[in-house]
């Protein structure tokens, strides 16, 4: 049973261009969540999403970011006009989501994406 | 929002002994407490966890104690080995946050053999 896939898992960009990061969810899990992590820091929660909704975008900056997860295929975390400060580790995380069932609510990470900004 | 704070922030134990990390969280209507461990380059994986209806839960060489009244929770390793070398992440979820998990800011444990 495979994993939280996530790719690519290292990109690299120069300021100014896009990065898009892809999350695969665990097979039958229907939520998804993305968090970043600073060099040396802990996971902050950015987005939180089912198939096709986002749920909780609190954590998401307001501007450059956005975040999906269509009905069919990964979700995508875009960031536009990267800037030096989007520097970091971005992890993907699901949970199966079915409501009334124990363990519902458990995240899953996958191995993460680490972006540098040139 | 919630806030989860964790100590220590390194702790370098001797193969054999015990590791205990200590997390405190500010929301009281949080109710699931989940323990990650992150290797060099990898991403957390979940160790352990408990809900806020269980006041302690056990798993082999790692156990986890909740205390509600005063919202503090810890993780406890014992017989560390060198392979438990890892940062160690709490979380809370629940209560206002919702499904979101709030992060403590880690224990970079280290055990000397």
């Known amino acids: 049973n495979a994993g939280v896939m996530q790719n690519p898992r290292h990109l690299v960009r120069r300021r100014g261009q896009e990065a898009r990061l892809r999350c695969s969810p665990m097979?039958?899990?229907?939520?998804v969540y993305w968090y970043r992590q600073l060099p040396e820091e802990g996971l902050k929660f950015m987005v939180y999403?089912?198939?096709?909704?986002?749920?909780?975008e609190s954590g998401m900056p307001k501007e450059r970011f956005s975040a999906e997860f269509p009905k069919e295929g990964p979700s995508i975390l875009r960031i536009q006009q990267v800037v030096r400060g989007d520097s970091a580790a971005y992890f993907c995380?699901?949970?199966?989501?079915?409501?009334?069932?124990?363990?519902?609510?458990?995240?899953?990470f996958g191995p993460g994406t680490r972006l540098t900004v040139l | 929002g919630e806030n989860v704070e964790q100590h220590p922030s390194t702790l370098s134990v001797q193969e054999g002994d015990s590791a205990v990390i200590k997390c405190t969280y500010s929301d009281s209507a949080s109710n699931y407490f989940p323990w990650y461990k992150q290797e060099l380059g990898k991403g957390p994986q979940l160790i352990i966890d408990i809900r806020s209806n269980v006041g302690e839960k056990k798993d082999q060489r790692i156990a986890v104690t909740l205390n509600k009244t005063a919202k503090h929770f810890s993780l406890h390793i014992t017989e560390t080995q060198p392979e438990d070398s890892a940062v160690y992440f709490c979380?809370?979820?629940?209560?206002?946050?919702?499904?979101?998990?709030?992060f403590g800011g880690g224990t970079r444990v280290l055990v000397k053999p």
């Open positions: 999403l089912q198939k096709e909704n986002i749920i909780d």
């Open positions: 995380a699901s949970s199966p989501g079915l409501a009334g069932v124990k363990g519902a609510d458990t995240q899953y």
């Open positions: 097979k039958g899990h229907s939520h």
């Open positions: 979380a809370s979820t629940g209560g206002a946050a919702g499904n979101k998990l709030t």
